[in-house]
């Protein structure tokens, strides 16, 4: 992230995106308040997941949170201690756990 407050990790997209053993981390330590993702109103939200991420202390949850985001073993970056936001929480073997296995099964679409 390279700036604070009304910033955002994913942009819209009418399908999604499913990330996957990524880093979220900041630019320098001055940066606070970043929104994983946020739903603009008279758009598709798009299926979003953050899965076994580190995530950095910026990073503050979900803006506008929809029933398709969703969050899976996420951990801080400094400690790896687990990290809960306002998303969905998937719990291991559910469908839409096992669907994050492919762009197909996910979001519908081969890339």
Avoid at 35 to 42: D, I, K, R, T, V
Wanted: hydrophobic share 35%; charged share 15%.
């Amino acid at each position: 992230s390279r700036t604070s407050g009304h910033a955002f990790v994913v942009a819209r997209s009418t399908k999604g995106f499913g990330l996957v053993n990524c880093k979220l981390t900041k630019e320098s330590s001055s940066i606070s308040s970043t929104y994983l993702a946020q739903f603009h109103e008279g758009s598709e939200p798009g299926k979003i997941a953050f899965v076994k991420c580190k995530m950095d202390s910026h990073v503050t949850g979900w803006r506008m949170v929809q029933s398709r985001w969703f969050e899976y073993q996420n951990t801080t970056l400094s400690t790896g201690n687990p990290v809960v936001f306002n998303g969905k929480q998937l719990t291991a073997g559910s469908a839409d756990l096992e669907a994050l296995s492919s762009a197909k099964a996910w979001l519908g679409w081969s890339p």
